[in-house]
């Protein structure tokens, strides 16, 4: 398809364990971004990748996230030892960089569940 | 860090009727962004503001971007059922910080045909 596609769409795992989320940001889009969204509330800012520049990963809220970007497509969000708090969703954007007039296009997310 | 207060938090309205939602933010914003949200999925752009000042229609809506830089507000006229959703504003600050989006925190829509 066109749009930002993300895997799973659902995730349920154990306290304790480490999760994987995948974004396939839109093509030819060089800029992808990371946000949480905890029931009933708007989106929390994580990480964004432009290009080959460093990371900007002021949004991270703690050293078990982190997250890795193949050049210009593929970017996996990996959480570490999840908590209970860590249920939410994570969505990705893409825009085709980053910068003034390049709004933010969104995947569908992916519902993290932690037992 | 910086904050947006969205209100109101959610409407009930009859179809046919006017909707009009407001963000507020304590510090200045270069860009502002209306997105709206259905159950299971991602955030649809509806309408970007680069420009205070700036009066942008998108079909039946209308957004603006505050003189001050630090409001906007959006309006839907004619609601129809389908107009159902969670609305959220967005603001970008310029510099280093263009690619962080800070969210408001939604104003949930019911519209009763």
């Known amino acids: 398809g066109a749009g930002v596609s993300q895997s799973p769409s659902n995730k349920v795992t154990e306290k304790g364990k480490d999760v994987e989320l995948r974004c396939d940001p839109i093509?030819?889009?060089?800029?992808l971004y990371w946000y949480r969204q905890r029931l009933g509330q708007g989106l929390e800012f994580l990480i964004y990748?432009?290009?080959?520049?460093?990371?900007?990963k002021s949004g991270l809220p703690s050293d078990r996230f982190s997250a890795e970007r193949t050049g210009e497509s593929v970017s996996t969000l990996t959480i570490q030892r999840t908590q209970q708090e860590d249920s939410a969703v994570y969505l990705c954007?893409?825009?085709?960089?980053?910068?003034?007039?390049?709004?933010?296009?969104f995947g569908d997310g992916t519902r993290l569940s932690i037992l | 860090g910086q904050q947006l207060n969205q209100s109101p938090q959610s409407m009930f309205i009859q179809e046919g009727e006017d909707v009009s939602m407001n963000c507020t933010s304590s510090s200045i914003f270069n860009t502002w962004l209306w997105y709206k949200q259905e159950p299971g999925e991602g955030p649809v752009l509806l309408i970007a503001?680069?420009?205070?000042?700036e009066l942008t229609s998108n079909g039946r809506l209308t957004a603006q971007f505050g003189i001050t830089r630090k409001d906007s507000f959006l309006n839907i006229s004619a609601s129809i059922p389908s107009d159902v959703g969670i609305y959220f504003c967005a603001g970008q600050s310029g510099g280093t910080s263009y690619g962080k989006l800070t969210f408001g925190q939604g104003t949930i829509l019911t519209v009763h045909p």
């Open positions: 093509s030819g889009h060089t800029a």
């Open positions: 990748f432009q290009g080959n520049s460093a990371p900007d």
């Open positions: 954007a893409s825009s085709p960089r980053t910068g003034f007039n390049q709004p933010q296009h």
């Open positions: 503001l680069y420009k205070a000042g």
